[in-house]
């Protein structure tokens, strides 16, 4: 299989059923995409295809054929983004484990939608779950990442 | 299937160009991975927790495991401050299991109580250390030199920097810690300062390492089916169609013990494959046959029925008592009564349990996602039989905890596989594993009797309950609820009500039992949160006032008098009393943060609701919407006393967090067992809270204070399901007794 990912090109041996998923973390030892159900349902694996949000555990690379795929580790060279940026400056992560993946959705978001709603933001990140409840600081963050104005506290 | 060896495998991929960005691929990659997160200190031990290099870095040890409390920050953060380190010349290390530091169970809210003091010691001593390493340098009086900000100054002007010293400091005797000046809170630099997080940058670049990015040379990944009943045991398998599969190296048979469950494997088939997929997807091949054993009728719903009927029907074994309540019920102007039952929840971190094992030069060396590292020590030495000194434990950082991962089960598996495979060995959990084969929270069933007087004072407290304890898990007799579990809001209840009788049932266990994020408060802080908000509208009381009126006068409490054990946390009372002035404080606190007593339209209401526990006081309300059967959170506050707070934003976001958590499984949090086994198995059908569901406005309030740090990850969580739940009949009229709330509206 050939794979274009975070700019580069690769050729793995590999099954064309195989997830991305697990093609990123046991054959290409890019471990930021995290499992969290494996059917789709927690949006841990979120990863950019030709800049749309999917998740990679329900992409099977046969279907990656002359497409990009960017992972988080792929998303800016140094943490630089501006959602990666916002996400700093509110302190959002606390296990951390969900956040790449909130991350990929809320970059793709920002990339079709430069000033999303409350409501817009709610609909993109409500298929990734962070079970440590950090969704108040997700919502700063992605207002403050379109440029809009974090709500007064 | 393209055929995956474990050789091809490890060449894992052939870089064929170099696409547009010009970056050189292969440096990137890392290799065998051990992050920075896993590796140990280099520069000269100062003490236990601190090491100093002589380009001046300062190597503090994180002994607790980090799952999202910031705990990996705030524990140096300390350490650094009574120092003097400059935080930007801080490097932490994740410390391996070791008895050396004392306690690693990172649960129970214990982190900053049982270890402020010890850091603040520890950073101290260091400092004196420099300072007497300075003066020795100088031949100077110790007493004109002080330390600021990563160097050693002598009062003439002369200064060295940190490193400089770390040779002749490290070869000084440790300092006797009582003799130490600690600095007075007014110098403070880091404590009580919003530090971000030393993860911060790599959980926003996912340069991080949690359970599965361990990578450890020839390792095999393993994915186990599982008994679906307690004790079941494999009837048949099929080995030979795993073995079939491209990838798939070994099958292996872990057989399961007998109850007690403790931290014991449970029995089940393991296939080992050569990556995680072909693990877990070639286990539908096994066609594992069960027989399912004594457990295997045991139908949930069915059972708390029975534990309902039992706290309803009669007494049960006093654990607390005052004055005659029967007698005062029978005289009461009023009498109220209520049953209330919770069931049993699932944990569900976002990552699952994982573990790596890796058996070689006589010790069996771990890597995992674990809140416990030294019980994980124990129970794999004790699975190998080897000596604990044999067994190296490595924490990764979690991708979430929760209690799930304080049981050390899946580091025994893969201790056991990589045994019998010669490999090292990573156990992968898939979620459906992690749903059906948790520790469970317990359910519970709850039944209160309060007397009201011709003034709406209370004036009899009768409360039975009947919950699978904890303690079942590790004594296969333990059937019903001690006075170290009803601690929990049920059996230390602050009330001034002159007649009080709390019972407790027989619940017999039929799965493995476990602690969640604030334990047995959950379903007791539900059952006293309601009854109250129910007293409260049967006596025509307003709720605020109510709860401030029976908690009564400012006092300390003393539970010894009325039969009651009160184990306070595992801290004196004495140290941390039971402070009714700062419970009254934080719900009056809470009352001014919101507009209590507003006029809303219909379908709107406000309800509050408080409780302490891990010596912290916390009131929380909440407001909800419900429109054409849909419910909705609008809004909620909570108000924390946890005593001196360290990092103001982490509690925030633990606050925050325990809203969202509370939140999620008073609307929808519920596992059900059928014949035996869970019923549930992933998101779809267990659900937890999702950013649509978050609040528009969810805000919390820290109580200044220079108390003793108290807890602080588990006790907000407590007060929000009943705050909930008295907002909904605030809105409708509608108590829900019953839980979760999506068993009744649409959320």
Same mark, same amino acid.
């Given at each position: 299989?050939?794979?274009?990912?975070?700019?580069?090109?690769?050729?793995?041996?590999?099954?064309?059923?195989?997830?991305?998923?697990?093609?990123?973390?046991?054959?290409?030892?890019?471990?930021?995409?995290?499992?969290?159900?494996?059917?789709?349902?927690?949006?841990?694996?979120?990863?950019?295809?030709? !800049?749309?949000?999917?998740?990679?555990?329900?992409?099977?690379?046969?279907?990656?054929?002359?497409?990009?795929?960017?992972?988080?580790?792929?998303?800016?060279?140094?943490?630089?983004?501006?959602?990666?940026?916002?996400?700093?400056?509110?302190?959002?992560?606390?296990?951390? +484990?969900?956040?790449?993946?909130?991350?990929?959705?809320?970059?793709? =978001?920002?990339?079709?939608?430069?000033?999303?709603?409350?409501?817009?933001?709610?609909?993109?990140?409500?298929?990734?779950?962070?079970?440590?409840?950090?969704?108040?600081?997700?919502?700063?963050?992605?207002?403050?990442?379109?440029?809009? #104005?974090?709500?007064?506290? | 299937?393209?055929?995956?060896?474990?050789?091809?495998?490890? *060449?894992?991929?052939?870089?064929?160009?170099?696409?547009?960005?010009?970056?050189?691929?292969?440096?990137?990659?890392?290799?065998?991975?051990? /992050? $920075?997160?896993?590796?140990?200190?280099?520069?000269?031990?100062?003490?236990?927790?601190?090491?100093?290099?002589?380009?001046?870095?300062?190597?503090?040890?994180?002994?607790?495991?980090?799952?999202?409390?910031?705990?990996?920050?705030?524990?140096?953060?300390?350490?650094?401050?009574?120092?003097?380190?400059?935080?930007?010349?801080?490097?932490?290390?994740?410390?391996?299991?070791?008895?050396?530091?004392?306690?690693?169970?990172?649960?129970?809210?214990? #982190?900053?109580?049982?270890?402020?003091?010890?850091?603040?010691?520890?950073?101290?001593?260091?400092?004196?250390?420099?300072?007497?390493?300075?003066?020795?340098? &100088? /031949?100077?009086?110790?007493?004109?030199?002080?330390?600021?900000?990563?160097?050693?100054?002598?009062?003439?002007?002369?200064?060295?920097?940190?490193?400089?010293?770390?040779?002749?400091? /490290?070869?000084?005797?440790?300092?006797?810690?009582?003799?130490?000046?600690?600095?007075?809170?007014?110098?403070?630099?880091?404590?009580?300062?919003?530090?971000?997080?030393?993860?911060?940058?790599?959980?926003?670049?996912?340069?991080?390492?949690?359970?599965?990015? %361990?990578?450890?040379?020839?390792?095999?990944?393993?994915?186990?089916?599982?008994?679906?009943?307690?004790?079941?045991?494999?009837?048949?398998?099929?080995?030979?169609?795993?073995?079939? =599969?491209? !990838?798939?190296?070994?099958?292996?048979?872990?057989?399961?013990?007998?109850?007690?469950?403790?931290?014991?494997?449970?029995?089940? %088939?393991?296939? =080992?494959?050569?990556?995680?997929?072909?693990?877990?997807?070639?286990?539908?091949?096994?066609?594992?046959?069960?027989?399912?054993?004594?457990?295997?009728?045991?139908? $949930?719903?069915?059972?708390?029925?029975?534990?309902?009927?039992?706290?309803?029907?009669?007494?049960?074994?006093?654990?607390?008592?005052?004055?005659?309540?029967?007698?005062?019920?029978?005289?009461?102007?009023?009498?109220?009564?209520?049953?209330?039952?919770?069931?049993?929840? /699932?944990?569900?971190?976002?990552?699952?349990?994982?573990?790596?094992?890796?058996?070689?030069?006589?010790?069996?060396?771990? &890597?995992?996602?674990?809140?416990?590292?030294?019980?994980?020590?124990?129970?794999?030495?004790?699975?190998?039989?080897?000596?604990?000194?044999?067994?190296?434990?490595?924490?990764?950082?979690?991708?979430?905890?929760?209690?799930?991962?304080?049981?050390?089960?899946?580091?025994?598996?893969?201790?056991?596989?990589?045994?019998?495979?010669?490999?090292?060995?990573?156990?992968?959990?898939?979620?459906?594993?992690?749903?059906?084969?948790?520790?469970?929270?317990?359910?519970?069933?709850?039944?209160?009797?309060?007397?009201?007087?011709?003034?709406?004072?209370?004036?009899?407290?009768?409360?039975?309950?009947?919950?699978?304890?904890?303690? $079942?898990?590790?004594?296969?007799?333990?059937?019903?609820?001690?006075?170290?579990?009803?601690?929990?809001?049920?059996?230390?209840?602050?009330?001034?009500?002159?007649?009080?009788?709390?019972?407790?049932?027989?619940?017999?266990?039929?799965? *493995?039992?476990?602690?969640?994020?604030?334990?047995?408060?959950?379903?007791?802080?539900?059952?006293?949160?309601?009854?109250?908000?129910?007293?409260?509208?049967?006596?025509?009381?307003?709720?605020?006032?109510?709860?401030?009126?029976?908690?009564?006068?400012?006092?300390?409490?003393?539970?010894?008098?009325?039969?009651?054990?009160?184990?306070?946390?595992?801290?004196?009372?004495?140290? +941390?009393?039971?402070?009714?002035?700062?419970?009254?404080?934080?719900?009056?606190?809470?009352?001014?943060?919101?507009?209590?007593?507003?006029?809303?339209?219909?379908?709107?209401?406000?309800?509050?609701?408080?409780?302490?526990?891990?010596?912290?006081?916390?009131?929380?309300?909440?407001?909800?919407?419900?429109?054409?059967?849909?419910?909705?959170?609008?809004?909620?506050?909570?108000?924390?006393?946890?005593?001196?707070?360290?990092?103001?934003?982490?509690?925030?976001?633990?606050?925050?967090?325990?809203?969202?958590?509370?939140?999620?499984?008073?609307?929808?949090?519920?596992?059900?067992?059928?014949?035996?086994?869970?019923?549930?198995?992933?998101?779809?059908?267990?659900?937890?809270?999702?950013?649509?569901?978050?609040?528009?406005?969810?805000?919390?309030?820290?109580?200044?204070?220079?108390?003793?740090?108290?807890?602080?990850?588990?006790?907000?969580?407590?007060?929000?399901?009943?705050?909930?739940?008295?907002?909904?009949?605030?809105?409708?009229?509608?108590?829900?007794?019953?839980?979760?709330?999506?068993?009744?509206?649409?959320?």
């Amino acid at each position: 299989m050939q794979l274009d990912i975070n700019g580069l090109a690769y050729e793995i041996d590999i099954s064309p059923q195989l997830p991305l998923l697990w093609a990123l973390r046991d054959h290409l030892q890019l471990t930021g995409t995290k499992y969290g159900c494996g059917k789709g349902l927690c949006g841990a694996c979120t990863v950019h295809l030709d !800049g749309q949000p999917v998740r990679s555990c329900q992409t099977p690379v046969s279907a990656l054929h002359g497409k990009k795929v960017v992972t988080i580790e792929g998303l800016s060279e140094d943490a630089s983004h501006p959602v990666q940026r916002a996400w700093k400056q509110h302190n959002v992560p606390q296990c951390g +484990y969900c956040q790449s993946g909130q991350i990929m959705s809320a970059a793709a =978001l920002l990339a079709n939608n430069q000033q999303p709603t409350p409501a817009e933001i709610d609909t993109a990140m409500s298929g990734n779950i962070c079970r440590c409840g950090t969704y108040p600081r997700i919502r700063e963050a992605i207002r403050d990442a379109s440029g809009q #104005s974090a709500e007064k506290k | 299937m393209n055929t995956i060896t474990t050789l091809s495998r490890r *060449r894992f991929l052939a870089l064929t160009g170099v696409a547009s960005s010009g970056l050189v691929l292969m440096g990137s990659i890392p290799g065998t991975v051990l /992050a $920075s997160v896993l590796d140990e200190a280099e520069g000269a031990p100062l003490n236990l927790f601190v090491s100093l290099k002589t380009d001046g870095t300062v190597e503090i040890i994180a002994h607790r495991s980090e799952m999202g409390t910031g705990i990996r920050t705030s524990l140096p953060q300390v350490v650094a401050d009574e120092m003097e380190a400059d935080w930007t010349r801080v490097h932490v290390i994740q410390g391996l299991a070791n008895a050396d530091y004392g306690s690693q169970n990172t649960d129970g809210s214990r #982190s900053i109580r049982n270890f402020y003091q010890v850091m603040r010691q520890m950073g101290s001593a260091a400092q004196a250390m420099l300072r007497q390493a300075a003066a020795n340098t &100088w /031949a100077a009086d110790v007493r004109d030199v002080s330390a600021q900000q990563h160097r050693v100054h002598h009062r003439d002007g002369r200064s060295m920097g940190f490193g400089e010293l770390a040779t002749a400091a /490290a070869t000084l005797p440790l300092p006797d810690l009582n003799t130490l000046t600690l600095k007075d809170p007014s110098e403070f630099r880091y404590i009580g300062k919003s530090v971000p997080i030393v993860d911060l940058d790599d959980m926003c670049s996912g340069n991080t390492t949690y359970g599965a990015d %361990v990578r450890i040379p020839d390792m095999l990944f393993a994915s186990i089916e599982r008994t679906p009943t307690l004790q079941g045991k494999v009837k048949s398998y099929n080995e030979a169609a795993a073995l079939k =599969l491209p !990838g798939v190296v070994k099958v292996v048979k872990i057989g399961g013990t007998a109850l007690p469950s403790s931290f014991h494997a449970l029995e089940g %088939v393991a296939v =080992l494959a050569t990556d995680t997929y072909t693990a877990l997807s070639a286990r539908d091949s096994l066609d594992v046959q069960w027989n399912g054993g004594q457990h295997a009728t045991f139908d $949930s719903e069915r059972y708390l029925d029975t534990l309902a009927e039992r706290v309803s029907s009669g007494p049960g074994k006093v654990a607390r008592e005052r004055g005659d309540t029967d007698k005062a019920l029978a005289s009461a102007a009023k009498t109220v009564e209520a049953n209330y039952r919770t069931p049993y929840l /699932a944990h569900a971190p976002m990552e699952p349990p994982v573990a790596t094992a890796h058996i070689h030069d006589d010790i069996c060396e771990v &890597w995992a996602c674990t809140q416990t590292p030294q019980a994980t020590q124990r129970a794999v030495a004790e699975a190998l039989d080897l000596d604990v000194s044999r067994v190296k434990v490595h924490v990764t950082l979690l991708g979430g905890g929760f209690g799930r991962k304080s049981k050390p089960d899946y580091s025994v598996e893969a201790a056991l596989l990589a045994r019998a495979s010669g490999k090292p060995v990573q156990v992968v959990w898939s979620r459906e594993d992690d749903v059906e084969h948790d520790y469970y929270h317990s359910c519970s069933a709850q039944y209160y009797q309060g007397g009201l007087d011709q003034d709406g004072a209370l004036t009899a407290w009768l409360a039975r309950e009947a919950t699978p304890p904890i303690r $079942s898990t590790f004594d296969r007799d333990a059937n019903i609820q001690d006075d170290g579990a009803l601690n929990m809001t049920f059996g230390s209840i602050p009330f001034s009500v002159p007649n009080l009788r709390l019972e407790s049932h027989v619940a017999e266990t039929q799965v *493995r039992i476990g602690w969640l994020r604030s334990v047995f408060n959950i379903p007791y802080a539900i059952g006293v949160g309601c009854f109250m908000d129910e007293l409260a509208h049967a006596a025509g009381r307003d709720s605020v006032e109510f709860w401030l009126d029976t908690i009564g006068e400012d006092r300390h409490l003393d539970f010894a008098p009325e039969g009651f054990k009160f184990g306070n946390y595992g801290r004196s009372l004495k140290e +941390y009393p039971y402070d009714t002035a700062r419970l009254k404080g934080v719900i009056r606190q809470l009352r001014d943060s919101i507009p209590w007593g507003e006029a809303l339209p219909e379908g709107e209401g406000w309800g509050i609701s408080a409780a302490r526990s891990f010596l912290s006081y916390v009131a929380v309300a909440s407001k909800v919407k419900i429109v054409e059967g849909r419910l909705t959170v609008t809004e909620m506050h909570c108000v924390i006393d946890a005593g001196t707070v360290v990092n103001p934003d982490r509690v925030h976001a633990q606050i925050e967090g325990a809203m969202i958590f509370g939140l999620s499984l008073a609307m929808m949090g519920n596992i059900d067992f059928k014949r035996g086994a869970a019923v549930q198995s992933n998101f779809h059908d267990y659900p937890v809270a999702r950013i649509n569901q978050t609040p528009a406005v969810i805000k919390s309030h820290i109580i200044p204070s220079d108390a003793l740090p108290a807890g602080v990850g588990e006790p907000g969580v407590p007060p929000v399901a009943p705050s909930i739940a008295n907002a909904i009949f605030a809105a409708s009229g509608q108590r829900i007794r019953d839980f979760p709330f999506n068993r009744h509206f649409n959320v």
